[in-house]
T-cell receptor, first 116, second 109 residues
């Protein structure tokens, strides 16, 4: 089945220790997104890739970086995690038409990050 | 004013009743709207998408869109305890989803 896969599902890291979260998709979607979601809050968009074009949200901290080496994979790097970065990190994908309007976003299962 | 607003809830309905979830949006540029269901500790799951004014039905779920009033709703008929979750309304704008804060629904047996 076509799907969005995130690894690991649970990640524990120490304060200040870099961590990388991964996302892969078999949907062949050209747009990939990274969201941060804290308890009882809506998902907050961090970045998205439109094909290879990287788009950073204005309020995404510099501590967060992303890479998309190919269509199927996308990584979220947190260079120096702080206690406030503990959250669920969600990867999503969608298909964009020639008009630039994107179709439905499909979410992966998420990675729960704990910072000690 | 938030771009997408939902009743914060929690909304509690008895099993078998109709649950009505409401959402308003501020940007008339948005043309596509989505309802996601999110169980505690899980990722959002698409329930319905709607693009045109009027009603769209899928099983027990009906989405309604009124672009003139900038209003989107989701009706859940014959509510089941398994429908207990947070429901997120989202408006598409410029390739991004603008989410509401979510409405927590509790269906009591």
């Amino acid at each position: 089945d076509a799907m969005v896969i995130q690894n690991p599902r649970y990640q524990v890291t120490q304060f200040g220790k870099p961590v990388t979260l991964s996302c892969s998709q078999t949907l062949n979607h050209n747009v990939m997104y990274w969201y941060q979601q804290k308890s009882s809050q809506a998902p907050k968009l961090l970045f998205h890739y439109y094909d290879k074009d990287f788009n950073n949200e204005a309020d995404t901290p510099d501590n967060f970086q992303s890479r998309r080496p190919n269509t199927s994979f996308c990584f979220l790097d947190i260079r120096s995690p702080g206690l406030g970065d503990a959250a669920m990190y969600l990867c999503a994908t969608s298909k964009s038409g020639t008009s630039g309007v994107t179709d439905t976003q499909y979410f992966g299962p998420g990675t729960r990050l704990t910072v000690l | 004013q938030k771009e997408v607003e939902q009743n914060s809830g929690p909304l509690s309905v008895p099993e078998g009743a109709i649950a009505s979830l409401n959402c308003t949006y501020s940007d008339r540029v948005s043309q596509s709207f989505f309802w996601y269901r999110q169980y505690s500790g899980k990722s959002p799951e698409l329930i319905m998408s709607i693009y045109s004014n009027g009603d769209k039905e899928d099983g027990r779920f009906t989405a309604q869109l009124n672009k003139a009033s900038q209003y989107v709703s989701l009706l859940i008929r014959d509510s089941q305890p398994s429908d207990s979750a947070t429901y997120l309304c989202a408006a598409e704008r410029g390739g991004k989803l603008i989410f509401g804060q979510g409405t927590e629904l509790s269906v009591k047996p």
